[in-house]
């Protein structure tokens, strides 16, 4: 009884040093380590009942998921006529697009045309001005510029106020309007102002015209009541 007790005892240390020599060689081989021990003691922990139901469960939950996501719908085919169609509506539009990029040409084009009218209309005005200053320029010299001119300007301050005027309104009778204002411009103050009064008195058109022409030459001198 003792012999076999003693068999039994060095086969049970000799498998146990197999074990540890086993073990031993997995440490250190690099099979094992304590992340894959912790593996296995995880997967021995779930029975295999336990692991049918978990993995039937997340199979679900998977299935739910994807069945819950929009999925794209697939090409449909174009028919011929529908194909057709497209090509027509495309070609109006681009008709459309065409004719609308005209027109806004066009009317550009108008309106450049209207602006440069207008243009050569206001140089024609503006040189049409010119011209008339020009000449009227040139016959306010010829009228200022006389010697005869002078000798009348100093008659007509010479003369009461009433009848310088008088004289002046017979030169207007003439047409000569610039003439009359060529000597109103040249009178002294005083004198032009009296002369102006009879003139407001006779007729207010006439002074405020007088006035405005005088106004022209680049004089405003304004009767006093």
């Known amino acids: 009884m003792n012999k076999l007790f003693k068999v039994i005892s060095v086969i049970a240390i000799l498998n146990l040093l197999g074990i540890l020599g086993f073990a031993g060689w997995m440490f250190s081989s690099g099979r094992v380590d304590p992340g894959r021990m912790m593996e296995v003691q995880s997967l021995f922990g779930e029975t295999i009942m336990q692991r049918d139901m978990r993995v039937a469960a997340e199979e679900k939950e998977a299935a739910e998921l ?13 028919t011929t006529d529908e194909r057709n169609h497209i090509r027509v509506e495309m070609t109006q539009v681009d008709r459309q697009r065409k004719a609308r990029t005209e027109r806004e040409i066009e009317n550009l084009k108008a309106s450049l045309v209207r602006q440069q009218r207008m243009i050569d209309e206001d140089r024609v005005k503006l040189q049409a001005e010119q011209d008339a200053f020009d000449a009227m320029r040139a ?19 010479g003369l009461k106020p009433k009848d310088a005027k008088a004289s002046l309104q017979v030169l207007l009778d003439d047409g000569k309007h610039e003439q009359v204002v ?37 004089l405003g001198a304004a009767p006093n009541g």
């Not at 994807?66 to 085919?77: F, R, S, V």
């Not at 009228?143 to 301050?157: R, T």
């Not at 102002?193 to 022409?213: C, G, P, R, V, Y």
């Open 66 to 78: 994807l069945a819950n996501t929009e999925k794209p719908l697939p090409p449909t085919a174009l």
């Open 182 to 218: 060529s000597y109103l411009s040249k009178m002294d103050d005083r004198i032009r102002i009296k002369i102006f009064t009879e003139f407001i008195k006779s007729d207010n058109q006439l002074a405020a015209q007088l006035l405005e022409s005088l106004r022209t030459r680049g």
């Open 139 to 157: 016959r306010l010299e010829v009228i200022e510029g006389a010697d005869q001119f002078a000798k009348a300007l100093s008659v007509l301050e």
